[in-house]
């Protein structure tokens, strides 16, 4: 999947905008505040209809404007497509593929993996993070898994309604609790195979752009298995038979105390979990990994690479893991956008640079 336009229209800061990247690595270069980031929102809430920086769109509409206007181009299994979305202040908002309205469900939506300084709360953030990063990677690959991750949130919001009204006895509670087992198996089972993908991937890339050390990816189920191997069945055998022995407790605390929300995601650098014992820079290095460990399982199990944006990876790196960055960058099958303030220490001759000032591509 590679974009070969970008067209921006009364988006943050941005008035006006047409910008037709390289096939390859393209750095956007500029200082502060000039719309660099603005420019890879843009591709972002293309492709997932939502922005990465806020929860409301009007955010992102220009200051004295009414809507803004996204559109992309973009080629996606030797077909050249087409995506707009469009957003108003007095109306829903709209997106189309080649024409055609539809939803950000679509099978031929644009994909991206976007990386922020934010991402370094991967390692040392609460397990809430590590598994909305699992659960995106998934919503992208699988849209039968957005469809059960969707239902899941809604049966468990729907079990712990009940159990704060104290109606865990009642048969309406028994048909529920048989519906947030058979979605919350899935959801497990997806999110293992999933890592067992990333772990592969991210162990190879961190030796590359780092040059030493070991990382390892692990699940780690809120719930004992008492079997060797796991599938649906023992997955669902294993939720019942804890969900018995918490009943009480349950009951007690008024909540769901079982299930995939309570679930982690499990980093080891050099067998020693790396929330505890990775220092700052470590830390910021294995979540670069993660990300583009997240390419490249995106790549195996669909067949075709997202697009990568890193809004200011390379202040978070030091200039040996810059370079070694960049240099893998420049040598990818993918499509990559990077923002930058300077790129005085890195050698970037496969690299199409684009300077953005007060919103416009110079």
Request: charge should be positive; hydrophobic fraction near 35%; proline fraction near 2%.
């Amino acid at each position: 999947m590679k974009l070969r336009q970008v067209e921006a229209r009364d988006f943050r800061n941005i008035t006006r905008l047409d910008y037709h990247p390289e096939p390859g690595l393209n750095i956007l270069l500029g200082d502060n505040a000039q719309g660099k980031t603005n420019l890879l929102e843009s591709i972002y809430v293309l492709s997932t209809g939502s922005s990465f920086r806020t929860g409301q769109d009007k955010n992102m509409v220009r200051y004295g404007k009414e809507a803004f206007i996204l559109r992309g181009r973009y080629s996606y299994n030797e077909r050249d497509i087409e995506t707009i979305l469009t957003y108003s202040l007095k109306e829903r908002k709209s997106f189309a593929i080649n024409s055609k309205k539809t939803t950000f469900n679509h099978s031929d939506r644009l994909r991206v993996v976007l990386f922020t300084p934010d991402d370094l709360y991967l390692i040392k953030g609460s397990p809430g993070k590590r598994r909305q990063f699992l659960d995106f990677i998934l919503g992208q690959i699988q849209s039968e898994y957005g469809y059960n991750l969707a239902n899941y949130g809604k049966i468990l919001k729907k079990r712990n309604f009940l159990l704060k009204r104290e109606q865990s006895n009642t048969r309406s509670f028994k048909i529920i609790e048989e519906i947030f087992i058979e979605n919350a198996a899935r959801i497990i089972l997806a999110r293992i195979n999933l890592i067992s993908i990333l772990d592969e991937s991210s162990s190879s890339i961190y030796k590359e752009i780092n040059q030493e050390g070991q990382l390892k990816i692990r699940y780690a189920l809120s719930i004992p298995i008492d079997s060797g191997k796991i599938n649906l069945e023992i997955l669902k055998t294993a939720l019942k038979k804890q969900i018995q022995e918490k009943t009480e407790q349950e009951r007690r605390r008024k909540s769901t105390l079982v299930g995939p929300h309570l679930d982690d995601m499990h980093i080891y650098q050099d067998g020693r979990m790396a929330r505890y014992f990775a220092s700052q820079g470590q830390q910021r290095n294995i979540a670069v990994a993660l990300k583009l460990a997240e390419l490249y399982t995106f790549r195996k199990i669909s067949s075709f690479y997202p697009v990568f944006l890193l809004d200011e990876v390379l202040s978070e790196l030091d200039a040996q893991r810059r370079q070694l960055l960049l240099d893998h960058l420049q040598e990818a099958a993918f499509q990559s956008f990077l923002t930058s303030v300077y790129l005085n220490d890195i050698e970037y001759g496969q690299a199409a640079v684009s300077t953005v000032e007060k919103g416009k591509i110079q």
